[in-house]
């Protein structure tokens, strides 16, 4: 069973950066798959971005192309979720996924296997 642990939220201003982190155990990190997906107050769970076993292929979703970029250690047995230029529409708990094939691809929930409790971020405005 895997567990995943986020950190790294918080509260920032128009414009800045946080950077998060999850923190797999309990696995092979570096045979799986790794995303993160946000739910904005009164929204769905959403697809953000994902990162195959390898780090060798990305995808993020249009919203946060550009400003958003996602990385792995496989060594560290972590994720991280680079957030630059945010926006108050970036305001959501952010969750850590992960999924068994390794390939990172998928965009909806049940794609994913695993998942943390989320981490809070707010953007003010």
């Known amino acids: 069973q895997v567990q995943l642990v986020e950190s790294g939220g918080g509260l920032v201003q128009t414009g800045g950066s946080l950077r998060l982190s999850c923190a797999a155990s309990?696995?092979?990190?570096?045979?799986?798959?790794m995303g993160w997906f946000r739910q904005g107050p009164g929204l769905e769970r959403e697809f953000v971005s994902s990162?195959?076993?390898?780090?060798?292929?990305?995808y993020y979703a249009d919203s946060v192309k550009g400003r958003f970029t996602i990385s792995r250690d496989n060594a560290k047995n972590t994720v991280y979720l680079q957030m630059n230029s945010l926006k108050p529409e970036d305001t959501a708990v952010y969750y850590c996924a992960a999924e068994g094939a390794g390939w990172g691809f998928g965009q909806k929930e049940s794609d994913w296997h695993y998942w943390g409790q989320g981490t809070q971020v707010t953007v003010s405005s």
């Open positions: 309990g696995g092979s990190f570096s045979d799986l798959g």
């Open positions: 990162i195959s076993w390898s780090g060798s292929s990305s």
